[in-house]
Structure formats: C-alpha cells, structure tokens
C-alpha cells in the first residue's frame, strides 16, 4: 500500500506555487520522452498530477492506482503554468486499481510504464521496479520521475526548521523519509536487466512558497541546468528493458548433398611382346 506517512497532504500541496512549478516541468519532459515511444500497451502508475501518457499514441493505455482518487482535486486545482490541463475536466481517470507490487498483467505485456514518483509513494520500491520489469515487454520501456536528494528541495526534506526560517513553503514529502537517488536507481536498474538510456535533472528554483520569489528565481534554472545539472530538485529517467537473443537451433531440414563420385584412375601395364 501507499506510504500514507511519507506525503504530507499531497493533493493540496500541487495547487501551491511550488507544486504547480514541479508538475509543468514533470509534465514537460513525460510529454516530449512518450511522444516517441511506439508500442500497443502503456500504463501509468499512480500520481495522476501528472498525464504521463498523454502524448502516447499507443492503442491501449491505462492509469494504476492502489488507492481512491481525490474526485475534488479536479475542481479545486488553479489554472497551470503552462496553460495545459493538469488534470482532465470531470472525473479523474482509473482504470485499475491495485497493488503497485502485484500488477494484474501477464508478464512480457506491455511496451511502456511510467512512474511518476512511484517508488517514493510505494510500500516496497524494490517489488514494484520487479514487477514493472516482469510486466515489460523486450524492449520495453520504463520512465521514472524521482525527487532527487542531493539538491535544494532534498535539504528542505533533510532539514524542515533551516526551510521554514529561508521562507520555503512546506513540501510534499515528510521529514525523514528516504529519497531515491539517481546513482542508486540506476543500480537498481541494472540489477534487473534494465539498461539506462537517457534521463535529465530539473527544477533548479528554491521551493519559496510564493509565486513572487519563484519568478525572482527563474534564472536558477537556465544556472542550474549549465553549471550544476545534477543538482536538480527533480529528474526523469528512461531505461530498456535488455534481453539476450538467443539462437534457436531446428533440424537439419536438408542433408548435406554428397559429392559426385570420382572414377579412380586404373594404371594399366603394357608388356612389350
């Protein structure tokens, strides 16, 4: 299940300043990276604040969830940054809702999974990365968004008090949890055959709780992403599922055709008479 304890009123934080900033850059970068992900089966797990799919043009795509969607969230959200809806207008979308350590799909199923900090709001990170892997098809791509420790925002989780007095505003993750780095999941990646192929930091701003000082800081990101990019608050990972090919050995359908049979040369003696 969800770790309740870990997200501090969540739904309401994504409608503060820094929220709304963290969602347009997250929704940014899943629309340009599955615009260009082929395949027939895509899945979202959790985190509807952000459509992960909805620049995917597979045939079949759904939205897991393992536990009720806020029906109101809607209906209260603020107007986005970038003028696009953040969440679609009337019911939220769900169609499974389960278990994100126990996926209902066969196993080599889908093309693409999208996890929009999944791992940090999951019971057990390392179960739901195996079950992703078991549920990808060869080839199959995986998309993770992540909070990133080593930057301001992982020092506002590290330190609430040093937060409060800068005048940040409070974040969605409580004091103590555990973030998942970027050199830690990539190893966890690769552990299971799932080999890294692009990923990029973001959101470089302090997370100030009004819009006024979010703006001042706007050139912190143009900063960030040339002189320090690994110290973005968040980052978006894309890793492939890697299988061996294997070589499939059949029957001789044909024996190899015997070569044409040479006359032996016969030495005759003539005797003289």
Same mark, same amino acid.
Request: one cysteine or more.
């Given at each position: ?120 709001? &999951? #019971? ?10 078991? @549920? $990808?098809?060869?080839?199959? +791509? !995986? ?79 143009? &900063? #960030? ?10 980052? @978006? $990972?894309?890793?492939?599922? +890697? !299988? ?30």
């Amino acid at each position: 299940m969800a770790k309740e304890s870990a997200i501090i009123g969540i739904d309401e934080w994504l409608t503060t300043p820094p929220g709304r900033y963290l969602v347009a850059w997250e929704q940014a970068q899943l629309d340009r990276l599955v615009s260009n992900i082929f395949g027939y089966h895509a899945v979202q797990l959790g985190w509807p604040a952000v459509q992960g799919l909805r620049c995917n043009r597979m045939r079949h795509r759904w939205l897991v969830n393992d536990g009720p969607l806020n029906a109101g969230l809607a209906a209260s959200a603020p107007a986005p940054v970038d003028g696009a809806a953040i969440w679609p207008p009337g019911p939220l979308p769900l169609s499974v809702m389960s278990d994100y350590e126990t996926l209902p799909f066969p196993s080599a199923s889908l093309d693409l999974v999208v996890l929009p900090h999944t791992l940090e709001l &999951a #019971g057990d990170a390392h179960q739901t990365l195996r079950e992703v892997e078991r @549920v $990808l098809m060869p080839e199959g +791509r !995986v998309v993770v968004i992540g909070f990133n420790p080593a930057s301001l925002w992982g020092a506002y989780q590290a330190s609430a008090d040093v937060a409060g007095r800068l005048g940040w505003g409070s974040g969605p993750v409580s004091s103590g949890t555990e973030l998942i780095g970027w050199r830690r999941l990539r190893d966890w990646l690769r552990l299971l055959g799932l080999e890294f192929e692009s990923g990029r930091f973001g959101c470089y701003r302090p997370p100030f709780a009004t819009e006024r000082w979010l703006e001042r800081c706007a050139w912190f990101d143009d &900063a #960030g992403s040339r002189w320090w990019p690994v110290l973005g608050s968040a980052y @978006v $990972l894309v890793a492939v599922k +890697r !299988v061996r090919a294997m070589r499939l050995m059949g029957p001789a359908w044909r024996k190899k055709t015997q070569g044409a049979t040479v006359p032996a040369a016969v030495a005759r003696h003539h005797h003289e008479p």
